[in-house]
């Protein structure tokens, strides 16, 4: 299983980003998809999920600017980044809800002016 995250960049305060992760190899309908993200010098945190049944649900930091949607058809899993604020600056990656697949290389995510 390979996951390739993209859509990461440069952003200024405000400013809006739609992450990507293709996961191939697998199919990844029947599991319930995070997205995570890891800053420099913290932990990897979990920022949003998504059920198999299409449910999202985010972490206080991001809910209202943030929004989590799957293509199953494609086995890519999204993330819409809205207001982004300069604390959102991490590499995002995405996984399994039981962290079941290899972490992929993530997309980075800096917001600055």
């Known amino acids: 299983v390979q996951l390739v995250e993209s859509g990461g960049g440069l952003v200024q305060p405000g400013g809006s980003l739609r992450l990507s992760c293709a996961a191939s190899?697998?199919?990844?309908?029947?599991?319930?998809m995070d997205w995570y993200r890891q800053a420099p010098g913290k932990q990897r945190e979990l920022v949003a999920r998504?059920?198999?049944?299409?449910?999202?649900h985010y972490v206080d930091s991001v809910k209202g600017r943030c929004t989590i949607s799957r293509d199953n058809a494609l086995n890519t899993v999204y993330l819409q980044m809205n207001s982004l604020k300069p604390e959102d600056t991490a590499v995002y990656y995405c996984?399994?809800?039981?962290?079941?697949?290899?972490w992929g290389q993530g997309t980075q995510v800096t917001v600055s002016s």
């Open positions: 190899g697998v199919i990844f309908s029947p599991y319930t």
């Open positions: 998504i059920t198999t049944g299409g449910s999202p």
């Open positions: 996984n399994r809800a039981d962290l079941g697949f290899d």
